[in-house]
Nanobody, 115 residues
Framework: QVQLVESGGGLVQAGGSLRLSCAASGSIFSFNTMGWYRQAPGKQRELVAG???????NYGDSVKGRFTISRDSAKGPVYLQMNNLKPEDTAVYYC?????????WGQGTQVTVSS
């Protein structure tokens, strides 16, 4: 069993920065992809950023140029550096990791950006 635990969320003013972390524990192995998703109230969960086992990254259009995903290894931890935060970035941020057909999710961490 794999557990993903996020940390680093909180309240920040617009224009500020936060860094989210996600660590895997349990029967961990090298994941094919790791990433971050977010879900705001009344909205669908959306991809924020992803990183593959060979280091390729992709970002949601709304965060390109402001957020950066990185990781220590293919087993994690995975990080999300968020700069120039905007009120519309307010959401619960979830860590995700995939290995073949297996997909794991963290419990989520709240990010609130005040205007």
């Amino acid at each position: 069993q794999v557990q993903l635990v996020e940390s680093g969320g909180g309240l920040v003013q617009a224009g500020g920065s936060l860094r989210l972390s996600c660590a895997a524990s349990g029967s961990i192995f090298s994941f094919n992809t790791m990433g971050w998703y977010r879900q705001a109230p009344g909205k669908q969960r959306e991809l924020v950023a992803g990183i593959t086992s060979d280091g390729r990254t992709n970002y949601g259009d709304s965060v390109k140029g402001r957020f950066t995903i990185s990781r220590d290894s293919a087993k994690g931890p995975v990080y999300l550096q968020m700069n120039n935060l905007k009120p519309e970035d307010t959401a619960v941020y979830y860590c995700n990791a995939n290995k073949g057909s297996l997909s794991y999710w963290g419990q989520g961490t709240q990010v609130t950006v005040s205007s």
